[in-house]
């Protein structure tokens, strides 16, 4: 029986890197493992410093999530010291929040994930007339005429003929995997470009409210902008009808470009439905509408949804010390007992390698492959991330949810079962999208209804002072990233990080096995996964992605005997 | 219109992996010396957010951590051409973002009329917020770079108050 293994290994060290290896016999992945090759060290960066500076340090853990970041660790601040934000404070920071998901989640599809599913030169044969036609036909769109999609024809086609294949030139082309017709991939390919021209402006929200983009400030007990309706140098009217217009251009791309394009597309992927993986989803909930401490107010549901049974939704703590727990039994990490679970206020980063001499071929998953702990709930792994919110919600009964969930399955004419799929979750994201959106509008509004009735405030300073603080403290900071469930914990001694430990999404979805051998997300997703071409592992690619992890990767195609058989890199 | 409009700095980087940072640290010392016109940007690690700000340069310098098989602090400067724009051979570790950049920006027919990478050689990558010796050793002369180009670019005022 033929048996290979293909590997996906790291290439960019600026978000950590992501090793996959997959064991393929008969076209069919039997066994996987998933490795972080890269040590993370931002708790040694940050022992000793003051708790109100570690924002400005986590933020730079990655490119991708500056906010959610920066969001988690001055919660977690402000849960240790008990601190209590305003009310226009708490809805900035949603606003950030979702204008954050709207932007990661639209790019994300087309930037880095539309590739796995449309294929770029099968657009140039396409019929820029029929392209126009099907346009039309799923949306009101106004950019659809046949010379539009006939001039980025033209274009993409000079660029690739000029030799420049560029940003095209990560492609397995021509793969049967692809499914569209060459008319939906020339739509496809040109919303890709549109996507860019969008995407620059819905961040402009985060200048406004962090005075800057990229890396937005922010501040532990508010947020960091004053609002004065009519003032110029602050937060005034004008600035607002700025974050207005950015919501509802995003709000129209998203109803009239995202979803249409995603249902068009996931037509002709119905019976594509492997990649469901774990049956595991947790969602630690967000979009407090009064309180970080009041999960009943979130607009993103709390809950762990087990089997994939969708009549019983579990609840978290993320203080109590038996229910998130890290296990290091396959990663590099030193600790007393390896089998023991640690909650992460006792968690310890103290790297250990003990895997094979880089370069290498592969890694030996009887042992500690990676750098990623292994985090888990109840000693069970998790999903996390949109699927894993969506479902989450829907499980809880949230009428809104359930309503896109429901619509949008039945115009693909699929159960709710197909949610659990590599197609599932990447419509899991689109959907949640365009919720953010619909939440967007109503945040907004919610703003100006507080500064209209008086309300100015964006900052408690009233323990701002360490001389108020108790001499030691612990806090958990969490929020929903558009990866996952984020969490930030820390203890404070004598006004100094004494101890700081984040669990991130891509760390529960990418996470190795755990003392039990239970698999993690990613590994358990490509499992029984089929390839047409196991030396074009497309498949592969479009399941790892559809996760939107935080890493970058390279393919390697090996046969039994670890030798490589071809390379092909990916780009995140 | 002043003749400095359209000059643009961006420095790029991971100011928590030590020299991965030195983008950053050389656009920080930058700050405050310059013509207001000239705009400076820290882009850290951020890849597509800063496709805006080149497409809006008309004369652009990088500056960034390179893998330029040198010496740890030796300082490289590419000019037009030399830049990678399309994703062959990776030379800075910021390449698979920032090149996307560049490739985007030229397939939309707005790349900057000229760019400049003034690069530093690392030595050390690891968790940190300290650039390693030799690389901090460089940045004098990284900075004496910038000063030539901007020279070159009419900027006569470079590196003082």
């Excluded at chain 1, 003051?50 to 959610?68: K, L, S």
């Excluded at chain 1, 979803?259 to 439905?273: M, S, V």
């Excluded at chain 1, 296990?327 to 980063?349: C, I, M, N």
């Excluded at chain 1, 612990?474 to 001694?493: D, N, S």
Aim: with cysteine.
């Amino acid at each position: 029986m033929a048996t290979k293994r293909i590997v996906i290994g790291p290439v960019t060290r600026v978000e950590g890197h992501l090793r996959v290896e997959a064991v393929v016999e008969d076209n069919k992945i039997i066994d996987a493992i998933s490795a972080g090759t890269v040590f993370r060290g931002i708790e040694i960066i940050l022992k000793g410093r003051d708790p109100r500076d570690a924002w400005a340090f986590v933020q730079r853990i990655c490119g991708v999530c500056t906010h959610t970041h920066a969001l988690a660790s001055i919660r977690c601040v402000e849960d240790a010291l008990k601190i209590e934000i305003p009310k226009n404070a708490n809805i900035i920071r949603n606003i950030m929040a979702a204008a954050q998901d709207v932007h990661d989640h639209t790019n994300h599809f087309y930037l880095l994930h539309a590739l796995d599913w449309v294929d770029v030169i099968s657009a140039l044969k396409a019929d820029p007339v029929q392209t126009s036609s099907i346009a039309a036909s799923i949306s009101d769109w106004p950019l659809n005429s046949a010379n539009y999609f006939k001039d980025i024809q033209t274009k993409v086609k000079n660029f690739v003929e000029s030799g420049q294949l560029g940003i095209f030139a990560n492609g397995y082309w021509g793969h049967p995997a692809y499914r569209l017709p060459p008319e939906v991939n020339l739509l496809g390919v040109a919303h890709y470009i549109e996507a860019l021209n969008w995407q620059k402006e819905i961040v402009k929200i985060h200048a406004v409210f962090g005075g800057k983009n990229p890396h937005p400030n922010y501040v532990v007990g508010g947020v960091p902008v004053s609002i004065n309706l009519n003032d110029y140098n602050v937060i005034n009217m004008e600035r607002l009808n700025l974050v207005k217009s950015k919501i509802d251009e995003a709000k129209t791309f998203v109803d009239q470009v995202l979803i249409p394009d995603i249902l068009a597309i996931a037509g002709f992927y119905k019976n594509d439905l492997w990649g469901g993986g774990l049956s595991n989803y947790m969602s630690y909930g967000d979009f407090p509408m009064t309180s970080i401490n009041e999960p009943d107010s979130f607009l993103i549901p709390r809950g762990i949804v087990l089997d994939r049974d969708l009549t019983q939704v579990h609840d978290i703590d993320l203080q109590d010390p038996k229910q998130i727990q890290e296990f290091v039994s396959h990663a590099w990490y030193r600790q007393d007992d390896k089998e023991a679970g640690l909650h992460p206020w006792e968690g310890k980063t103290e790297p250990q390698y003990d895997g094979p001499k880089p370069p290498y071929d592969k890694l030996d998953e009887t042992k500690g492959y990676s750098w990623s702990k292994a985090p888990r709930w109840q000693g069970k792994p998790m999903e996390v991330g949109p699927l894993a919110r969506i479902v989450v919600a829907y499980a809880k009964g949230n009428k809104e949810i359930k309503e896109l969930v429901d619509t949008s399955l039945r115009k693909l004419n699929l159960p709710v079962e197909a949610l659990f799929s590599t197609l599932g979750r990447t419509l899991a994201r689109a959907l949640e999208t365009q919720y953010r959106t619909k939440v967007l509008v109503r945040l907004y509004d919610d703003l100006i209804a507080n500064i209209k009735a008086g309300d100015t405030s964006t900052f408690n300073k009233e323990k701002w002072d360490p001389e108020n603080w108790p001499s030691e403290a612990q806090g958990v900071g969490f929020c929903e990233a558009p990866r996952g469930a984020l969490g930030h914990w820390i203890k404070i001694k004598d006004g100094k990080i004494d101890n700081y430990q984040t669990v991130v999404p891509t760390t529960w979805n990418a996470s190795p096995r755990d003392a039990n051998q239970q698999h993690g997300a990613y590994e358990a997703s490509m499992i029984d996964t089929p390839l047409a071409n196991p030396e074009q592992p497309l498949e592969v690619l479009r399941t790892i992605h559809s996760f939107d992890p935080c890493i970058a990767c390279a393919t390697h195609l090996l046969d039994p005997q670890g030798k490589e058989l071809a390379v092909v890199k990916t780009k995140k | 219109m002043s003749i400095y409009h359209g000059i643009k700095i961006l420095g790029i980087g991971n100011l928590v992996r030590r020299d991965e940072g030195v983008g950053v640290h050389l656009l920080r010392a930058l700050e405050n010396t310059l013509p207001p016109e000239i705009e400076l940007l820290d882009g850290g690690t951020t890849g597509l957010n800063l496709l805006e700000f080149v497409e809006n340069a008309q004369k652009l310098i990088v500056l960034d951590a390179v893998e330029a098989g040198e010496n740890p602090g030796e300082v490289v400067v590419w000019r037009k051409e030399q830049v990678p724009y399309f994703i062959a051979t990776k030379m800075s570790v910021h390449q698979l973002g920032f090149a996307e950049v560049l490739n985007w920006a030229k397939f939309r027919e707005k790349y900057p009329e000229d760019i400049v990478v003034i690069g530093v050689q690392p030595q050390c990558l690891d968790w940190g917020t300290e650039l390693s010796e030799p690389v901090q050793q460089a940045l004098p002369a990284a900075l004496k770079e910038i000063s030539l180009i901007l020279e070159e670019w009419g900027v006569t005022s470079a590196g003082s108050k």
